[in-house]
Each structure stands twice: as C-alpha cells, then as structure tokens.
C-alpha cells in the first residue's frame, strides 16, 4: 500500500501562475484534507472531503479550490499564487478506527 | 471554535532529564492526537487518546487525557537526543460525524548531550 501520496513534492511558482497540488490515497478512506503548515504556527485545514462529490471549506479557504470526483483523488487547485501561500501543504486521510495518514507534503514558494 | 494550545513551544532539554508537554483544547472532545515531526518531513502518528483517563506509552513517551479538564500531557522520560523533534498534539471535535483536526502549534524540543 502506498498510504497518501502527494504530488510534486516541491514547486516554484511566480505570482499569479496558478497550479494543482495533487493527493491520492489507495486505503478506500472517506475523510480526506487539505492542509497548509506555516513555521510556528502548526497545520491548519484549508479544504475537507467526506466522500466523492462532497467538499467543505475549513479554515483557511480563500484562494484555494478542491474537487473530489473519486474516493482516492482530492487535488488541490491554486488559482492566482500569492507570496501569502508559500507553505508546506500536507494531504490527509481519515480510516474508520480513527487514524489520520498523512503525505509526505508539497512544500510551495511563490516568488 | 475550538482552539488548541500547546506548552511549551520551545523546550530545550538535557539527556537523561524528564519533562512534560501540555495540550488545552477549548470544546468537548473524546479524541486527542500526538504526532511527532522532524524537519523537512511529515507527521508521524504516536499516540490516540480516545476516551476520558486513557494512558498511552511508547519508549520513553506515556501520553494522557484528561476530557474533563480537556487537557492531555506527553510525558517524556530520561531523554535521549534520538527524541528532538517537534510535537503537535491535535484535537477532533465529539459529535457525529464531525471528523476534522485541529492542532496545537507544536512543541519544539532539543535534547541537549
């Protein structure tokens, strides 16, 4: 099993440039998310799924967009980069008996 | 709004001491999450907490949770440099099918020789 794999696992992209950060997870789960890791400020939720079809923002949304059309694939979709979005994104997903897997992240710089 | 406060935020141990990390939460919740981070990599699970008084312990970590006092600990014992890392405990609301995380801002710790 693969887990949550996430790709690219680095990018440069200038200011408004727009790009897709993509997940997939092989474990049949539900739950997945979007988050973005900022120093010192730990992970915050951009974007969830509870299942293909349906998506809800967390807190951090603006500027971000997500789609789930299948139970393994939530690809995160930046529009317009800002200097703002610079972070490390990490994708997750949730089993039944309570674990969260995470990916190995996308760590993002807008010049 | 739940928030999640961890302290301290920086901790600087020597080997062979012992210390603890506190985790607040601010709203009713059954399930608490430890996870540790080293630089430049993702989240490793190392404890989930999921009722009222539970006591978990790997090595020289033994995490707990208190849900009345919505406060659980990582307790670290004899410290070994192998441990330096960055510790986020992370909190999922109870109720339904609410199932989201929401994290402390982590605990940075060095393990001193």
């Known amino acids: 099993n693969a887990g949550v794999t996430q790709t690219p696992k680095f990018r440069i992209l200038k200011i408004g440039q727009s790009m897709t950060l993509q997940c997939t997870q092989d474990?049949?789960?539900?739950?997945m998310y979007w988050y973005r890791q900022d120093p010192g400020m730990g992970l915050k939720l951009i974007y969830y799924?509870?299942?293909?079809?349906?998506?809800d923002k967390g807190e951090v949304p603006n500027g971000y967009n997500v789609s789930r059309s299948t139970t393994e694939d939530f690809p995160l979709r930046l529009e317009l980069a800002a200097p703002s979005q610079t972070s490390v994104y990490f994708c997750?997903?949730?089993?039944?008996?309570?674990?969260?897997?995470f990916g190995s992240g996308t760590r993002l710089t807008v010049v | 709004e739940l928030k999640v406060e961890q302290n301290p935020l920086f901790l600087s141990m020597q080997e062979g001491k012992n210390y603890t990390i506190y985790c607040n939460y601010s709203?009713?919740?059954?399930?608490l999450y430890w996870y540790r981070q080293d630089p430049g990599k993702s989240l490793e699970s190392l404890f989930v907490?999921?009722?009222?008084?539970a006591v978990k312990q790997e090595g020289r970590l033994m995490a707990s949770l208190d849900t009345k006092a919505r406060l659980s600990t990582l307790h670290i014992t004899a410290a070994v440099h192998d441990l330096s890392a960055t510790y986020f405990c992370?909190?999922?609301?109870?109720?339904?099918?609410?199932?989201?995380?929401?994290f402390g801002k982590g605990t940075l710790l060095t393990v001193n020789p």
């Open positions: 474990m049949n789960h539900n739950y």
């Open positions: 992370a909190v999922e609301p109870s109720g339904g099918s609410n199932y989201k995380l929401t």
């Open positions: 907490l999921l009722s009222n008084g």
């Open positions: 799924s509870v299942g293909a079809g349906i998506t």
């Open positions: 709203t009713t919740s059954d399930r």
């Open positions: 997750a997903s949730r089993s039944g008996n309570y674990g969260y897997t």
